[in-house]
Structures are given as structure tokens and as C-alpha cells.
């Protein structure tokens, strides 16, 4: 079975940093890109960013640039993503999915939450 | 960067209904589009990519078509389970979502 879970959201205060997990099972992991998502409260999907199989790649968005950092451990079977400076604005969601070779994604964690507040 | 634009932003329908979802892209993205699923509290379930095909799993009575910058997302007969917010994305650029379109029943 096919298995992708999300951990390490939490309360934040703005100015802080998050790391966050995801644990992969029921597949190849290091045959595929990765791509973390994020829901902030009643609104829209955000792609953040993604890394390539072998880790030797990476993108984000372009608005996110700058404090995020995404990473992977193919013998973990995880990949993680990285936030400093946090704002109000990256509460959201967290997501975790796999990317593939095209660009979609086609399956997905059931997130983990992360709350930026003083 | 490009937009996706969703319209309806909200849709009531009854079940037994034909619905159909559109999303314009800004610029093209030849057929390089896929279709979410998504329900309160749970994650995004991929139901359509490359503009027309249907995932593994995914009931026919979802349909997907276009090319360029117009997609539409289309639901034959509208099932009790398809009450949601659908999503399109691009990946012929940025990986850029829609704003979504929710399905509420009528």
C-alpha cells in the first residue's frame, strides 16, 4: 500500500523556523521527484517546491524563494522542507506528493498543518 | 508567470446532473493539465491529466478536454460523492493551480 505521511507543523511564532517531514512507503521512493504543497486556510492549492530523485535538483516557486529549503534521504525514504522566517502568511496546509516526470502529482500525504502566530 | 482561471468559483447542482468546470490558462500550455479532486479535511485526488486522461481508478463518468489555453472538466451524471472542490493545475510552466470550483448540492 502506498503510504505518504506529513509531520512537524505545529505553532510558530513569526520570525521562527519549521522543519517538516515526510515519510514515504509502498513505492520506489528514490525513483521519483517530490513535491511539498500548501492549502493556506479556505483557500487555494500553492506548489512550493519540489527535488529531484537524486536530490542534485531543486525548484520553488517563484515567491517562495529565498527561505524555504526542501532535501531528501532516499535510504529514509523522506523528504523535507525547510522554513525560516515564518510569516502569517505560510499558515497553511503542508502537503507532501509525489511529482511525476510530467508535473502532476498523483499522490499525496494528508498534510500537515502549520499555524505562524505571536 | 501564468494564471489559471476557474469559472464557476462555486456551482450547485443536483445529482443526476451534467456539470461542467472551466480553467483558462494566461498562455498556452498545449495539453499539459490535470484535474484535483479535493473534499473538506482531506487531500487533493488526481483525476485527469494531460488535459484528457482519466486516472486509474477514476470513474468514467468524469471527463476531461481542451487544448491550449481553455479546459473544461466535465461530469456526466453527478454523483451523492462529488460534492467538492475541483482544481485544475498547469505543468507547463510553474505547476500553477486554479482557484478551484466548488460543487454544492442544489
Known amino acids: 500500500e502506498v503510504q505518504v505521511v506529513e509531520s512537524g507543523g505545529g505553532l510558530v511564532k513569526p520570525g521562527g523556523s519549521l522543519r517538516l517531514s515526510c515519510v514515504v512507503s509502498?513505492?520506489?521512493?528514490?525513483?521519483?521527484?517530490m513535491s511539498w504543497v500548501r492549502q493556506a486556510p479556505g483557500k487555494g492549492l500553492q506548489w512550493v517546491a519540489n527535488?529531484?530523485?537524486?536530490?542534485?535538483?531543486?525548484q520553488f516557486a517563484g515567491s517562495l524563494k529565498g527561505r524555504f529549503t526542501i532535501s531528501r534521504d532516499n535510504a529514509e525514504n523522506s523528504v523535507y522542507l525547510e522554513i525560516n522566517g515564518l510569516r502569517d502568511e505560510d499558515t497553511a496546509v503542508y502537503y507532501c506528493?509525489?511529482?511525476?516526470?510530467?508535473?502532476?502529482?498523483?499522490?499525496w500525504g494528508k498534510g500537515t498543518t502549520v499555524t505562524v502566530s505571536s | 508567470d501564468i494564471q489559471m482561471t476557474q469559472s464557476p468559483s462555486t456551482l450547485s447542482a443536483s445529482v443526476g446532473d451534467r456539470v461542467t468546470i472551466t480553467c483558462r490558462a494566461s498562455?498556452?500550455?498545449?495539453?499539459?493539465l490535470a484535474w484535483y479532486q479535493q473534499k473538506p479535511g482531506k487531500a487533493p485526488q488526481l483525476l485527469i491529466y494531460?488535459?484528457?486522461t482519466l486516472q486509474r481508478g477514476v470513474p468514467s463518468r468524469f471527463s476531461g478536454s481542451g487544448f491550449g489555453t481553455e479546459f473544461t472538466l466535465t461530469i456526466s451524471s453527478l454523483q451523492p460523492d462529488d460534492f467538492a472542490t475541483y482544481y485544475c493545475?498547469?505543468?507547463?510552466?510553474?505547476?500553477?493551480f486554479g482557484g478551484g470550483t466548488k460543487v454544492e448540492i442544489k
Open positions: 506528493a509525489r511529482d511525476l516526470p510530467n508535473g502532476y502529482f498523483d499522490v
Open positions: 509502498g513505492f520506489s521512493f528514490s525513483r521519483y521527484w
Open positions: 527535488i529531484r530523485e537524486d536530490g542534485g535538483a531543486k
Open positions: 498562455q498556452s500550455i498545449i495539453n499539459r
Open positions: 494531460q488535459a484528457s
Open positions: 493545475q498547469e505543468y507547463n510552466c510553474c505547476k500553477i
